[in-house]
């Protein structure tokens, strides 16, 4: 025991000693599947390096098939996104092979948490970082290199091992592909996987306890992970979803459906079980049934978009075109594995409904994807898409969907095989309904998550002798923004606000133009401030008049004994800027007078091309931007992309 003791102490030591500093090491064996868990760790590092550029970076990887300038290139060529090979390194495992799950075809969880733990721990002999963050959800890895290596820990949790859902999912007897018939059938096995779950939920929370950042993609995610784990301190971030070339798609999909008469629906996603792409071809096989009954002689072609990581998923996809030979689906589906992002963009612009099929999608990059690129969406009404993406505008008269979610009522239909034909039927009407809508309300399907809006926010600030400058309140109206937008968004407008307020005289009023945004600026005497943000439509001198107007409402009600009070906005007590913000959307019911435009005909207003021409001599924006502490990384990684996509600070 004595021995054994000393031996473990010296395993200790020799393993601690060895730990390199400045060194940041990712946990992802599959770094080059080309999915969305690996868009964020590529720009995870993309964007650390730009932070720390004196720090290296290494990605344990079971890809030892490929170069690191293979892999990286394949970063590129799927996502758009370079990354400096200068401080990029890679340490190849060769173990890799024995967390994949057809190997533990009973048992997988268990097994191949444990599979992880032995993968974790021939990363740890070959390297011990500074910094470890797991990247892929591999749950025993984070004890070990915490408690073992002295690392300190950082987690991204895509999707977690085991969620309550899954033990409820087990409880309900519900057959899927982790719930097999012969369990289903009988109590003793029932009870025991629930047994089962019940202790794996138990250490998978324990070793939670291990990691000191807690990051999650979605609020799905993040609701679990805060209960399997007891932890109260997991942020919500959501994946990064480089929408610009998205947005910037031309949709030739409507013409195809008409002229050709071919509905075009395009599936992404990796090839796993999960995913679903079974019930893609069986809705296929009932929709093609029904187009057959019709006389408009249209017919419909599901594209499916896969990642394949490994044998086991082109096996899957085997099986899929068996599936669709035996149906008589062959001419109605097109393959396309492992696509370069360039074709993907074809892709997207050629479909009109873009399926997803998952239930419970912990995030959905692919479903922000299609929403972004004008594709109509059609997803399952669970986790991410039904929690964080596919959600209603509220619109001036009614709400207006963004998308289309699928779900059977529960309680309605009891027996799980009914209930699964009954989704088919409801992913199937939801298809012919947005077929049958007019060009006009797809359209508005379409545009509702970034419909232009006049007036986007007002921000409030104060300008004290010395020129430093505090936020007092702050109100927006985001919901033209794509939801994955209005984080950083936001951000940037009260970056932008106060800059502008920083930049500005006592008593100046300013207007900076920034491609089609505008930011309006004005400073009263006494240092109190106002900066609103519209589109070219709303006009500056009606912007002046407004905020001439806020400011005038806020020091009625906020005096000015009381401002030195006022640390942050909490603290502030003024209550009615969103009701000002709401009223101003449309100057002429804000003013029936219509009087706005003449009372500042005689201000002087300086006008700015770009928010740059407002920096004083040698400051730059990246710099600024850069040295923010009041803007995420996700934020200062969304002006970057902007920026490379030649848009200037066309950060909104």
């Known amino acids: 025991m ?66 690191k300038e293979q892999i990286l290139l394949k970063a590129k060529q799927r996502f758009g996104i370079t990354v400096d090979p200068k401080n990029v390194h890679f340490v190849f495992l060769r173990l890799r092979r024995i967390v994949e799950a057809d190997l533990y075809p009973r048992f997988t969880l268990l097994l191949q948490t444990l599979a992880g733990f032995i993968l974790g721990f ?104 805060r209960r399997l784990w007891f932890c109260d301190h997991a942020k919500v971030v959501f994946p990064p979803c480089d929408v610009t070339a998205f947005l910037a798609l031309e949709q030739v999909a409507e013409a195809k459906f008409t002229e050709d008469k071919v509905l075009r629906i395009l599936s992404i996603g990796q090839i796993r079980p999960e995913k679903n792409h079974k019930l893609q071809l069986e809705v296929l096989r009932t929709l093609v049934k029904k187009l057959a009954e019709r006389s408009d002689g249209i017919k419909v072609v599901l594209t499916i978009a896969g990642g394949c990581r490994n044998q086991e998923d082109h096996r899957r996809v085997t099986t899929l075109k068996d599936m669709c030979a035996e149906w008589g689906l062959t001419s109605n589906v097109q393959w396309k594995l492992n696509v370069p992002y360039e074709e993907l963009l074809d892709l997207l612009s050629e479909s009109l409904i873009s399926i997803h099929t998952m239930w419970n999608e912990h995030f959905g990059i692919s479903v922000v994807e299609g929403i972004a690129a004008g594709t109509v969406m059609l997803a399952h009404d669970s986790g991410g898409p039904q929690m964080d993406i596919v959600l209603p505008i509220d619109g001036k008269n009614e709400t207006q969907p963004i998308g289309f979610l699928a779900a059977t009522k529960e309680g309605v239909i009891i027996a799980a095989v009914k209930r699964a034909y009954a989704l088919i039927l ?39 002798d010395d020129g430093t400058v505090r936020s007092f309140k702050s109100a927006f109206d ?19 606000g106060k800059l502008l307020v ?131 990384d996700q934020s200062k990684l969304f002006y970057t992309q902007a920026r490379k996509m030649n848009k200037c600070c066309n950060y909104y």
């Open 2 to 67: 004595i021995w054994a003791l000393f031996f473990l102490f010296m395993f200790l030591l020799i393993i601690r000693t060895r730990r390199k500093s400045d060194v940041v090491a990712f946990f992802h064996p599959y770094c080059n599947a080309g999915g969305g868990g690996e868009r964020v760790l590529w720009c995870a590092i993309r964007t650390m390096q730009q932070q720390w550029p004196n720090l290296q970076f290494f990605i344990y990887s079971g890809d030892y098939d490929a170069t």
């Open 122 to 225: 021939e990363a740890l002999l070959k390297l011990n970082p500074e910094v470890f963050i797991d990247s892929m959800g591999y749950p025993l890895t984070l004890p070990l290199f915490r408690w073992i290596a002295g690392s300190r820990i950082a987690a991204y949790v895509h999707y977690p091992t085991i969620s309550h859902d899954m033990i409820d999912l087990v409880a309900r007897r519900e057959r899927t592909y982790n719930n097999d018939d012969i369990i289903v059938r009988y109590n003793i096995l029932i009870n025991a996987k629930l047994l089962y779950y019940r202790l794996f939920a138990f250490f998978y929370g324990l070793c939670g306890q291990a990691v000191d950042v807690v990051m999650v993609n979605g609020s799905w995610t993040g609701g679990h992970i």
């Open 426 to 464: 409801e992913y199937v009407r939801l298809i012919l309904h947005i077929m049958e809508m007019s060009r006009t309300e797809r359209d508005a399907v379409r545009e509702a998550a970034r419909a232009s809006m006049k007036l986007y926010s007002i921000l409030i600030y104060h300008k004290a």
């Open 478 to 496: 985001l919901s033209s923004f794509s939801f994955f937008q209005r984080g950083s968004v936001q951000e940037f407008m009260q970056f932008t």
């Open 502 to 632: 920083e930049r500005s005289g006592l008593g100046a009023r300013s207007t900076v133009k920034e491609n089609e945004y505008f930011c309006h600026c004005y400073v009263r005497s006494d240092g109190l401030a106002a900066v609103s943000v519209t589109d070219g439509e709303y006009q500056a001198r009606i912007a002046m008049s407004m905020m001439t107007r806020v400011l005038d409402d806020f020091s009625s009600k906020v005096h000015a004994v009381q401002w030195a009070q006022i640390k942050t906005e909490k603290d502030c007590l003024y209550t009615a800027l969103p009701e000002m913000l709401a009223k101003w959307q449309n100057p002429r019911e804000a003013d029936p007078m219509t009087r706005v435009q003449e009372e500042v005909e005689e201000t002087k207003i300086v006008m700015h091309n770009t928010i740059q021409s407002v920096l004083e001599r040698g400051e730059k924006l990246d710099d600024l931007v850069k040295k923010s502490e009041n803007l995420s």
